[in-house]
């Protein structure tokens, strides 16, 4: 389970790490231009990465009948300064009952 994300220039979000803690609820509310967006975009950057290993992401299909338009790399960097460098770190919580039995066959070291 998530418990917990962080986001550093990432769209609206610059080299101030923004470091979201993750609970039953959470809710995500601020003035115009504050950054939600950008949080709830980099979740699904994240998505698009981790499941489909598109790190240049144009569109990404969260449903059948629509997608989501980032437009890019290009457009996902803070300020569009390419010499920057997008951070995007999950903190997670699990035990072994979690992980999937195909995840112990494929010989990852798991240890306790």
Known sequence: MITAFTVKNFKAIGDDKVKIELK???????TNSAGKSSILHALQYAHEVFNNRNIDANKMMPGKNNSLDLGGFRRFIHQGELNRSIVLRFELKFNVEMIPNDFVEHNYRITT
């Not at 039953?24 to 601020?30: A, K, S, V």
């Open 24 to 30: 039953p609820i959470t809710l995500l509310f601020g």
